[in-house]
């Protein structure tokens, strides 16, 4: 994740749709239910949400579906992407791949941000089944979203519901029976409120690091939000933070729109949001942002989720980067030095310059100490230090 940089690249995705036969999925109370879902390995175990899917701004991508669910066709509809009609992944419209076939999508990460797969094949039975997941395009200059800069972590939460009654065996495997026999379908009711496919508030293994030591400017966090639920969301965040929404759908939110306090996510939709502490006088130990999930039909709360929030020192490492390590001269017209004060060249496993928009120009497997931008364009370029748990990024500017 701290990979400074997604170069453009042809990527090649496979995924595979698998039923179970028996239940097999466990739930917080060691209720045991049936899915219908994607796995990233034929052997592998379904479980919801399907696999992360992480892209990098411009790739050019291609997922390949292998459908092994033994009766029921899927496909993966690419929400909110823009892909073309061939390509969405809309069974009436293009196509749906059946038991033992292969599909491709092809599409181009145009857009920065956060977006959902689902199959489109029944959508209300198959989605609720477990057949979904985010996809996360990730911007191609790390730290760089939609003109906001964030130097922390980026963190994905997807939230969804569970109604028991659509997963025994014999309504999941109702897509297994050729003969289509008809089986009535079960009101709506969800008994489990789940994000990221927990649902016992167990926020402590979700939970948002952000680092104590940035200053406010620097929105340190990057959160991606999205519902496939059929409920609708309120995260509500606590006092002492600021939430800035950053994009919605793969487009920036026009400027103007300011931090929120509350974000409402309805079913479908996605949000980028930077998080960053209010201000450094006033640092709380920690905070908890509250995801509500309310009914549609009548805006009762059904229940919350939480998660937590909680401030981490720096990496060593890389605090020690930001006290000793200087580049002279910067601005610079050729040549520019980094003297490393009490960081051990040793410690530098890799130097890396890269352009303002991505391309790596200069690579060395240590530290290098010095570069000479003769003949290089005037403008902002990046050098990066790579050490072994991190990445340091520096702004190089030549005129
Ligand atoms: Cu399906």
Not at 76 to 102: C, R, T, W, Y
Not at 160 to 165: A, F, Q, R, V
Not at 175 to 181: K, P
Not at 273 to 280: P, V
Request: glycine letters at 8%.
């Amino acid at each position: 994740m701290l990979e400074g940089l997604y170069a453009q690249k042809r990527v090649v995705k496979q995924l595979f749709s698998k039923i179970d036969l028996e239940p097999q999925f466990e739930l917080p109370d060691g209720n045991k239910i049936a899915l219908m879902g994607y796995t990233e390995l034929l052997g592998q175990s379904i479980s919801i949400p399907g696999p992360l899917l992480e892209f990098g701004e411009g790739d050019s991508v291609t997922l390949i579906l292998n459908n092994y669910s033994q009766g029921a066709p899927h496909t993966i509809h690419l929400h909110g992407l823009d892909a073309n009609q061939a390509n969405d992944g809309v069974p009436e419209l293009s196509f749906s791949v059946k038991h033992l076939e292969q599909g491709k999508y092809e599409f181009v990460a145009k857009h920065p941000g956060t977006y959902l797969y689902h199959c489109h094949v029944v959508s209300p039975i198959h989605v609720q089944a477990g057949m979904y997941g985010v996809i996360v395009i990730h911007p191609k200059l790390y730290g760089k979203i939609y003109g906001y800069s964030y130097e922390g972590k980026e963190y994905t939460f997807l939230t969804s519901e569970i109604d028991t009654h659509w997963h025994t065996k014999e309504f999941i495997q109702h897509a297994y029976d050729s003969n289509h026999t008809e089986i009535s379908i079960p009101d709506y009711h969800p008994q489990y409120l789940m994000l990221n496919g927990k649902s016992n508030s167990d926020f402590l293994f979700d939970h948002i690091e952000v680092f104590s030591d940035y200053p406010r400017r620097h929105y340190n966090s990057l959160l991606h939000f999205a519902n496939i639920g059929n409920c609708g969301n309120r995260f509500i965040f606590p006092s002492g933070f600021l939430a800035r929404v950053v994009s919605t759908d793969g487009r920036p939110i026009p400027e103007g729109v300011d931090t929120v306090n509350i974000l409402e996510v309805m079913p479908g939709e996605r949000y980028d949001i930077l998080l960053s502490n209010e201000s450094l006088d006033n640092l709380l130990d920690s905070g908890i942002i509250l995801v509500e999930y309310f009914d549609l039909n009548n805006s009762k709360v059904l229940g919350v989720q939480k998660i937590r929030i909680v401030h981490i020192d720096l990496p060593v490492v890389e605090k020690h980067v930001k006290q000793h390590a200087r580049i002279f001269p910067n601005p610079t017209s050729d040549i520019f030095e980094i003297t490393l004060g009490k960081i051990k060249v040793d410690q530098v496993k890799k130097t890396t310059l890269i352009s303002i928009d991505g391309n790596k120009l200069k690579s060395y497997e240590s530290f290098q100490k010095s570069f000479d931008l003769t003949g290089f364009p005037d403008g902002v370029y990046i050098l990066q230090l790579h050490f072994d748990q991190t990445i340091s990024t520096h702004k190089i500017i030549k005129h």
